[in-house]
């Protein structure tokens, strides 16, 4: 079963900055089922990116993904007041259907 | 509009059974892959079940052979049925709708809360 690690558990970052989020799996992935979901407190979380790189509808371009392998990045190039949530990836994997969540990272306004 | 409402929770003893439902509309189920995700108090996301548009069915290790998914396609409507739960089945369940070719979980609804307590 594939485990993601993300990293850091906490960023703490200023409006303007630049934020970058990892997540690094446990064995290779497909770079066809790497995401990423933003939650904010007391909300269901909702899709960024998929596939990697590809932004969901209505996200706005300064949210990026890239990576491969067992390596993934989500970038944020410009952090606006509401980008302050916590960030998870997620990834499936098979046999069997397996869909699995990091931890999260959490973004906290310095 | 896509939308899905989930409902069924709940205060449940533990030992106890549950039935949550989630109810689509803007698309049908039928087409769709379906899965439950659930977020214990102050956790992370952990995937539960998916339902795939063969019928056929998935479930986390955690919860194999207690819950069971099933779908009404009549009613457009998911179900997650939980049997023998126990406080460590205790979060906020949701509902969510798959992507095709990426895997993902496109579409979530606002989740129904669980809690497993004596």
């Known amino acids: 079963e594939i485990v993601l690690t993300q990293s850091p558990g906490t960023l703490s970052l200023s409006p303007g900055e630049r934020a970058t989020l990892s997540c690094r799996a446990s064995?290779?992935?497909?770079?066809?089922?790497l995401a990423w979901y933003q939650q904010k407190t007391g909300q269901a979380p909702r899709v960024l990116i998929y596939?990697?790189?590809s932004r969901a509808t209505g996200i706005p371009d300064r949210f990026s993904g890239s990576g491969s392998g067992t390596d993934f990045t989500l970038t944020i190039s410009r952090l606006e007041p509401e980008d302050f949530a916590v960030y998870y990836c997620?990834?499936?994997?098979?046999?069997?259907?397996?869909?699995?969540f990091g931890q999260g990272t959490k973004l906290e306004i310095k | 509009e896509v939308q899905l409402v989930e409902s069924g929770g709940g205060l449940i003893q533990p030992g106890g059974s549950l039935r949550l439902s989630c109810v689509a509309s803007?698309?049908?189920?039928?087409?769709?892959?379906m899965g439950w995700v659930r977020q214990a108090p102050g956790k992370g996301l952990e995937w539960v079940s998916v339902?795939?548009?063969?019928?056929?069915?998935h479930y986390a290790d955690s919860v194999k052979g207690r819950f069971t998914v099933s779908r009404d396609n009549s009613k457009n409507t998911l179900y997650l049925q939980m049997n023998s739960l126990r406080a460590e089945d205790t979060a906020v369940y949701y509902c969510?709708?798959?992507?095709?070719?990426?895997?993902?979980?496109?579409?979530w609804g606002q989740g129904t809360r669980v809690t497993v307590s004596s």
């Open positions: 969510a709708r798959g992507r095709e070719n990426y895997c993902d979980f496109n579409y």
């Open positions: 803007g698309f049908s189920v039928s087409f769709y892959y």
């Open positions: 339902f795939y548009h063969d019928d056929e069915t």
């Open positions: 064995q290779s992935v497909s770079s066809n089922y």
């Open positions: 596939g990697t790189s």
């Open positions: 997620q990834v499936f994997g098979n046999p069997p259907p397996r869909y699995t």
